[in-house]
């Protein structure tokens, strides 16, 4: 081994320090005991025993941080000790570096080592067999497979255990993560979901509260006053009503199945209430509302939308309105949805454009993102911005949803 290679090796493992100990003091005791397995051959000295147990002591102190090189030293060392008497120390040791080249040496050893350990019983058996006419050459030909087959096939059983248990492990590791990651976007768009339907159920109300009683302080006028009162406490209500029916379906969805009270989903049988509402809302601004649905005239493709893509027109519409009532200038507001047969749903409300500093109620500022996640979501493309036209510069917001019939979810 070189200078560089010994660097990469590193410390030994403990356990493997403690087996290397361990073996070395059992040789030595048995070769004090002078207990060996036979008798030296090609005239060698028995001393060349204690070379060969100090050759394989080093030999497992590398089992584990460089298996390879330490089944390089092994080999020849158990054949050294083969020829100079055969300590038991030493031939155990040597089924033990066996076993760790196949458990902790490289994917290609693994699958070598046991077919050779297989070839070389084979091989000395034939040897044996015809140089050594005896029926004690079938245990001998045993006590080589213990040698050598067995600690190989055991080696390549424990890695397959412990690769399988690995892959299980890091299977186990990926689909916690994506069920982390799954559970953390859930999360996170039922939070955006919540906003987006709190923002949408309460901006209308408190837009409309805030410039009414604006304008209660700033008209001295008692009849302008209890209009703008009522109008707030009209609001008020609403917006209780509808936060009520939000907070009652996150704590028991449930129970807005059997109430009697409104539905808490919208559909798009409510624009009219809505257009009225805007209308009241819009009177002290100079702003007038018409709704123009033009779904199906001919009734061939009334078939009904998905609640889904309802809610989000319907808000879609709310939000719009909202915003003519907080930035539009006087005049008409018009809310245009049609429908084609077998085509996509499409909701336009155009507003008067107005170059005003600021608006006549603060906002979060989150409408115009929170429709086109909502248009997004859907598969469905949302537009929004000046524009001009024959009756001079408007606010034009545009969304297209596809809108499947009922009939086809099943």
């Known amino acids: 081994m070189t200078a560089r290679s010994l660097a990469a090796v590193g410390r030994p493992h403990r356990l493997d320090v403690l087996i290397a100990g361990g073996g070395l003091l059992g040789g030595l ?38 298996p390879m090189t330490a089944l390089a030293i092994a080999v020849p060392a158990l054949v050294l000790d083969i020829c100079t008497g ?8 040597f089924t033990d570096v066996v076993y760790a080249a196949v458990l902790y ?8 080592i046991p077919l050779h350990s297989v070839l070389v019983t084979v091989l000395a058996a034939i040897a044996l067999t015809a140089l050594w006419q005896d029926p004690q050459v079938v245990m001998a030909v045993i006590g080589i497979a213990l040698v050598t087959i067995a600690p190989a096939w055991t080696g390549i059983i424990t890695r397959n255990h412990r690769d399988a248990a690995q892959s299980a492990r890091l299977r186990a590791e990926r689909i916690a993560l994506l069920a982390e990651r799954d559970r953390t976007q859930a999360v996170a768009g039922e939070r955006a979901r919540m906003a987006r339907e709190l923002h949408d159920m309460v901006a209308n ?37 509808e936060m009520r029916r ?33 209308r009241a809302n819009g009177t002290s601004s ?40 907080k930035h539009a200038a006087p005049g008409e507001v018009r809310v245009r949805i049609a429908r084609e047969r077998g085509g996509a749903l499409t909701v336009a409300v155009r507003s008067p454009f107005a170059d005003r500093p600021g608006p006549r109620a603060p906002g979060s500022g989150t409408g115009l993102v929170g429709m086109r996640e909502r248009i997004a979501l859907l598969g469905g493309a949302f537009e929004a911005g000046p524009e001009s036209g024959p009756a001079g510069r408007v606010w034009l917001v ?13």
Request: no cysteine; glycine share 6%; charged share 20%.
């Open 29 to 66: 005791l048995l070769w004090a005991m002078n207990l060996h397995g036979g008798p030296a051959r090609l005239g060698l000295p028995t001393s060349l025993t204690l070379v060969a147990l100090t050759a394989m002591s080093a030999a497992e102190l590398l089992r584990r941080t460089a």
């Open 86 to 93: 055969a300590l038991v120390a030493t031939v155990l040791m």
């Open 105 to 112: 040496g490289p994917a290609s050893a693994a699958r070598r």
């Open 205 to 241: 109300h408190l837009s409309a509260i805030a410039i009414h009683s604006t304008a209660a302080q700033s008209i001295d006028d008692p009849s302008a006053t209890r209009e703008a009162l009522g109008v707030i406490r009209e609001n008020s209500v609403q917006g209780l009503a």
């Open 246 to 278: 939000l907070i009652g379906l996150l704590r028991d969805p449930k129970t807005t199945e059997t109430a009697e009270e409104p539905a808490a989903t919208p559909t798009l049988d409510g624009l009219d209430a809505l257009i009225t509402q805007a």
């Open 286 to 325: 100079g702003l007038t509302f018409v709704l123009d649905d033009a779904r199906s005239p001919d009734g061939q493709g009334a078939g009904r939308t998905l609640a889904a893509v309802e809610l989000a027109a319907y808000r879609i519409v709310q939000e719009s309105l909202t915003n003519a009532l």
């Open 398 to 410: 545009r969304a297209v949803v596809p809108a499947a019939e009922e009939e086809e979810q099943r």
